[in-house]
């Protein structure tokens, strides 16, 4: 099984293209969604140690290709406004669910989950921005 490969590349990211550079980002907001949502959903994932060990490797990869495809914020300049906003409401919707970051993920990695707080801040934010976007249309 160790001998299967596996891709675990991060593609290159034009910077011009990321989140903060389509939408105004308070730092409070930018720590949140890099603490816990940067390692899946941006092309900028740390690949820890236990995801170049099988078959656990295989189950990241695929949940880390399976974020990006959802939702990329390295690549947030190509979404048109409909879909931005979209993807506003589902930041909103997941993270109020707790869907997001995987229950999976935040047991191992704890500083990725989300407080009360962070959850109130993420979707204010997301609200704002989609207002934003609606008014700009």
């Known amino acids: 099984m160790q001998f299967v490969p596996v891709d675990r590349t991060n593609p290159p990211a034009d910077p011009a293209q990321a989140l903060e550079k389509h939408l105004p980002v308070t730092a409070e907001v930018k720590a ?22 099988a078959p656990l490797s295989w189950d990241i990869v695929s949940h880390v290709n399976h974020a990006r495809e959802e ?10 406004s409909a879909t931005a906003q979209d993807k506003l409401i589902a930041i909103c919707r997941q993270v109020r669910s707790g869907e ?3 229950p999976s993920y935040a047991r191992i990695h704890r500083s990725t989950r989300l407080s009360a707080d962070d ?19």
């Not at 939702?71 to 048109?80: A, K, L, P, Q, V």
């Not at 959850?119 to 249309?137: G, I, M, N, P, Q």
């Open 100 to 102: 997001m970051p995987l």
């Open 71 to 80: 939702m990329n914020f390295s690549e947030w300049g190509t979404y048109d």
């Open 32 to 53: 949140i969604l890099d603490r816990s949502c940067r390692d899946c959903h941006t092309n900028q994932t740390d690949w820890p140690l236990y995801s170049y060990v």
């Open 119 to 137: 959850v109130s801040r993420l979707c204010a934010w997301t609200s704002e921005r989609r207002k934003a976007l609606r008014d700009a249309e």
